[in-house]
């Protein structure tokens, strides 16, 4: 049996929101980037900590779990995240561009239905600042049902600490799946 999904957002989990008064974690660097549709002299600053990139390796490379991107960033998220990261190209998760004003429209998270759909029966992990109870009762359910999920929600000012990758392998290494690879 395949290794749960690793869903990784990026906004609020790899770039931190900047606090109140505008500051980012030390931690985190600089970079201008241009995402699909923008032109070059119109880049978006992000903040990335270059620690992220050998702590997702590591995880990676345990074999636990297969590493998917689920953000709005989409294939940028391979093309312009990754590299800056020192991450190999991952596949993503095609979501949609709907036209929101808020990220929970029926309360709970706007990426879970489409995502939900993606994991059919699938295992997951997933890491992503915005779940709301919501969210969490959905994975509890899908748990319940037989199918381990686990959604991991880091503070969007802080985003991924170490201590979430540890609480993610701990938790795959502990499936059924895990202990007969």
Request: with cysteine; proline share 12%; charged share 15%.
């Given at each position: 049996?395949?290794?749960?999904?690793?869903?990784?957002?990026?906004?609020?989990?790899?770039?931190?929101?900047?606090?109140?008064?505008?500051?980012?974690?030390?931690?985190?660097?600089?970079?201008?980037?241009?995402?699909?549709?923008?032109?070059?002299?119109?880049?978006?600053?992000?903040?990335?900590?270059?620690?992220?990139?050998?702590?997702?390796?590591?995880?990676?490379?345990?074999?636990?779990?297969?590493?998917?991107?689920?953000?709005?960033?989409?294939?940028?998220?391979?093309?312009?995240?990754?590299?800056?990261?020192?991450?190999?190209?991952?596949?993503?998760?095609?979501?949609?561009?709907?036209?929101?004003?808020?990220?929970?429209?029926?309360?709970?998270?706007?990426?879970?239905?489409?995502?939900?759909?993606?994991?059919?029966?699938?295992?997951?992990?997933?890491?992503?600042?915005?779940?709301?109870?919501?969210?969490?009762?959905?994975?509890a359910e899908r748990t319940a049902k037989g199918t381990p999920t686990l959604l991991v929600q880091p503070d969007p000012h802080l985003g991924l600490q170490p201590e979430h990758l540890t609480e993610l392998t701990t938790?795959?290494?502990?499936?059924?799946?895990?202990?007969?690879?």
């Open positions: 049996m395949r290794p749960p999904y690793l869903l990784l957002d990026i906004d609020g989990v790899l770039i931190p929101f900047p606090a109140a008064d505008g500051s980012t974690p030390a931690t985190h660097a600089r970079h201008d980037v241009v995402p699909t549709g923008r032109s070059a002299d119109n880049p978006v600053t992000i903040w990335l900590d270059p620690a992220h990139g050998s702590l997702l390796m590591d995880v990676i490379r345990t074999g636990l779990v297969t590493p998917v991107w689920c953000t709005s960033w989409r294939q940028d998220a391979t093309t312009l995240i990754g590299p800056l990261l020192d991450l190999p190209p991952l596949p993503h998760v095609d979501l949609p561009r709907p036209q929101i004003t808020t990220s929970h429209p029926d309360g709970y998270l706007w990426k879970r239905d489409h995502v939900d759909v993606w994991l059919g029966n699938a295992p997951a992990v997933w890491i992503d600042d915005d779940f709301t109870g919501l969210d969490h009762a959905w994975a938790w795959a290494s502990q499936l059924p799946t895990a202990r007969a690879v």
